[in-house]
């Protein structure tokens, strides 16, 4: 059974760092790109960051390149979001996706970015 | 940017009503247009991938048409269980964007 955990979740000040895990399980992690897509209190969802199967490629949205680094290990199975220089737009539950055509997700993990 | 207008943005149902709903794209994403379908305090499940492919474990009930521009998720059938939000997202061009979502409500 495919499963995604994410955590490191949880309250931070504007400005400062987080960095979140999604521990993946149940496939082959190797063979697949994974993206983080985020959904802010009440609101839509909105795609973050994807990263290749195998490292090598990282894309991001505008708002957040320069400021998130999406990387992963694939010994250990697990995705990373980098996130420094949080801003209060950041809050939302972020969720560890699989592929493209996001047939996997995790339980999703709370940001709270406020002083 | 792909901008993602779904409508309607709220679809009163009545259960065994078969109903459409509505995702057009600001350019043309192909077919690679997917719908998840997100109740409250859950994450999204993907119902329709590539706009028309089916996905296992999904009620057949559940399917989708299109190419290009505009795409389309049918019901045959709503029933109780699938009153939540839809959303439509594609995946051609960066950065992935999804569409602000329809929800389903009682009648």
């Known amino acids: 059974e495919v499963q995604l955990v994410e955590s490191g979740g949880g309250l931070v000040q504007p400005g400062r760092s987080m960095k979140l895990s999604c521990a993946a399980s149940g496939f082959t992690f190797s063979n697949y790109g994974m993206a983080w897509v985020r959904q802010a209190p009440t609101k839509g969802l909105e795609w973050v960051a994807t990263i290749s199967y195998d490292g090598s490629s990282t894309y991001y949205r505008d708002s957040v390149k320069g400021r998130f680094t999406i990387s992963r290990d694939n010994a250990k199975s697990t995705l990373y979001l980098q996130m420094n220089s949080l801003r209060s737009e950041d809050t939302a539950t972020y969720y560890c996706t699989r592929g493209s055509g996001y047939g996997y997700w995790g339980q999703g993990v709370m940001v709270t970015v406020s002083s | 940017d792909v901008v993602l207008t779904q409508s309607p943005a709220t679809l009163s149902v009545t259960p065994g009503e078969r109903i459409s709903l509505s995702c057009r794209a600001s350019e043309s994403v192909d077919t690679y247009l997917h719908w998840y379908q997100q109740k409250p305090n859950e994450s999204p499940r993907l119902l329709i991938k590539?706009?028309?492919q089916s996905i296992s474990g999904i009620p057949s009930r559940f399917s989708g048409s299109g190419s290009g521009t505009d795409f389309t998720l049918s019901i045959n059938g709503v029933e109780l269980e699938d009153l939540s939000i839809y959303y439509c997202q594609q995946g051609n061009s960066l950065p992935y964007t999804f569409g602000a979502g329809t929800k389903l409500e009682l009648k």
């Open positions: 590539y706009a028309s």
